[in-house]
C-alpha cells in the first residue's frame, strides 16, 4: 500500500487534456513539495515536474503540475502518443524520521 | 553532465547480503550540492524508495527495509554503496540509484537500473 493515492490507470485520445490526481497527508503532500516522474516500459524513470509546479529543462510545458492542501495533479495537455507512460507521484514525508514516499503509479494510455 | 549507474551480481542467494554500487561521473559525491539515494522497483510493480544519504552524510531508509539497508559513501568519493542484508525473493527487482539537489527534492539524475534476482 503506497503513501500516496494514485488511480491506477487513465486514458485520453491524442490532442485531449488528461489529468492524474495524487491524494497525500498533512506530513508529505500537505507540507512538502510533490515532484512527478514518468516512466516509459524497459526505462528509468525522468523526473518531470519538481517543487509542485517547476519543470526541469526539455520538459516540454505540456505538461504541468498543481498542488492544493493534502492533493495535487498533474496535468497533460496536446496529449502525444508519447506520453504513453505510467506517471508517479512523489514528496518527502516527515513522519517515522523522515522518509521519501512514493505513488502506486497511474497508467497512461493514449487511446 | 552528472551521470550515474549502478553495478553489481545480477544474482544473489536467499540470506545473502545483496551489494550494488553506483558510479558517480562529471561530479565529487563529497559535494554540497547533491544528495544520494537508491530506489527499487519489483517485476510489474511501481517504485519503491529504499534510502538516502544527504551531502552532510545523514542517511535516512526505508522503515520496512531499515533493519536490514545500509547505504553509504565510498571514501575515495567516486561512488556510493547499497547492502541490503538478509535478501529473499521479495527483494528482486530493478534497482536504480539517483541524484537530488537536496534530501528533500526531485530525484533528477537516474542510473539506467540493474536487474537483481534473489534465487538459489
Known amino acids: 500500500q503506497s503513501v500516496l493515492s494514485q488511480p491506477p490507470s487513465a486514458s485520453g485520445t491524442p490532442g485531449q487534456r488528461v489529468t492524474i490526481s495524487c491524494s497525500g497527508s498533512?506530513?508529505?503532500?500537505?507540507?512538502?513539495?510533490v515532484n512527478w516522474y514518468q516512466q516509459v516500459p524497459g526505462t528509468a524513470p525522468k523526473l518531470l515536474i519538481y517543487?509542485?509546479?517547476q519543470r526541469p529543462s526539455g520538459v516540454p510545458d505540456r505538461f504541468s503540475g498543481s498542488k492544493s492542501g493534502t492533493s495535487a495533479s498533474l496535468a497533460i495537455s496536446g496529449l502525444q502518443s508519447e506520453d504513453e507512460a505510467t506517471y508517479y507521484c512523489?514528496?518527502?514525508?516527515?513522519?517515522?524520521?523522515?522518509?521519501?514516499?512514493f505513488g502506486g503509479g497511474t497508467k497512461l494510455t493514449v487511446l | 553532465q552528472l551521470q550515474v549507474q549502478e553495478s553489481g551480481p545480477g544474482l544473489v542467494k536467499p540470506s545473502e547480503t545483496l551489494s550494488l554500487t553506483c558510479t558517480v561521473s562529471?561530479?565529487?559525491?563529497?559535494?554540497?550540492?547533491?544528495?544520494w539515494g537508491w530506489i527499487r522497483q519489483s517485476p510489474g510493480e511501481g517504485l519503491v524508495w529504499i534510502g538516502s544519504?544527504?551531502?552532510?552524510?545523514?542517511?535516512y531508509y526505508n522503515p520496512s527495509l531499515k533493519n536490514r539497508v545500509t547505504v553509504s559513501v565510498d571514501t575515495s568519493k567516486t561512488h556510493f554503496s547499497l547492502r541490503l542484508s538478509s535478501v529473499t525473493a521479495a527483494d528482486t527487482a530493478v534497482y536504480y540509484c539517483?541524484?537530488?539537489?537536496?534530501?528533500?527534492?526531485?530525484?533528477?539524475?537516474w542510473g539506467q537500473g540493474t536487474t537483481v534476482t534473489v534465487s538459489s
Open positions: 517543487g509542485n509546479n
Open positions: 544519504m544527504s551531502f552532510r552524510g545523514i542517511t
Open positions: 512523489s514528496g518527502w514525508d516527515d513522519s517515522l524520521n523522515g522518509r521519501v514516499v
Open positions: 562529471s561530479a565529487s559525491i563529497s559535494s554540497s550540492d547533491y544528495c
Open positions: 539517483a541524484t537530488s539537489p537536496c534530501i528533500t527534492c526531485g530525484m533528477d539524475v
Open positions: 498533512i506530513s508529505n503532500i500537505g507540507s512538502r513539495a
